[in-house]
């Protein structure tokens, strides 16, 4: 008589559970990090824009406020942990901040808009996959204060 062996799952349960957390949590994993590296560069443009904004509109002098401008975006990245390389535009009030760019003026009643841009690339993806990655904008729209004393 022969003997017959009997083949048992025990065990297998375990390694398939193993398996298919690594297939299923590592993608999950990277798209949660991928998320909050576009979210955390959303943030600090849009509050980049709106502390530039502010800044512009309580400055002293023209002059005053380009460096304030500078000033107050490169903190607002650096909160956020990121090089200061966002670039900041004026544009009209009310259009697109691909519209010309306009030099602001420091007077009361003044309206305009100040665009902060930034791209972000993708955690651990080649820039030759991305190109220049998730462009990030913010935008605020400035009102100058009518009854502002200006100094010109």
């Not at 023209?62 to 090089?83: E, N, Y």
């Not at 993708?122 to 990030?136: D, K, N, Q, Y």
């Amino acid at each position: 008589m022969k003997r017959r062996q009997c083949v048992s799952d025990e065990g297998n349960a375990v390694v398939e559970f193993v398996f298919l957390a690594i297939v299923v949590m590592v993608p999950l994993v990277y798209l949660i990090a991928a998320v909050a590296t576009v979210q955390r560069n959303t943030l600090a443009v849009t509050q980049a824009a709106r502390d530039a904004g502010r800044a512009f509109a309580t400055s002293e002098s023209a002059a005053a406020a380009r460096r304030r401008v500078s000033a107050a975006v490169r903190l607002a990245l650096t909160d956020q942990g990121l090089p200061d390389d966002a670039t900041v535009r004026f544009v009209r009030s009310g259009s697109d901040c691909s519209d010309p760019a306009i030099t602001p003026a420091l007077v009361p009643g003044a309206e305009f808009t100040v665009c902060v841009t930034r791209c972000v690339g993708l955690p651990a993806v080649p820039s030759v996959l991305t190109g220049r990655g998730i462009r990030a904008v913010g935008v605020y729209t400035v009102h100058v204060d009518d009854f502002r004393q200006a100094n010109r």
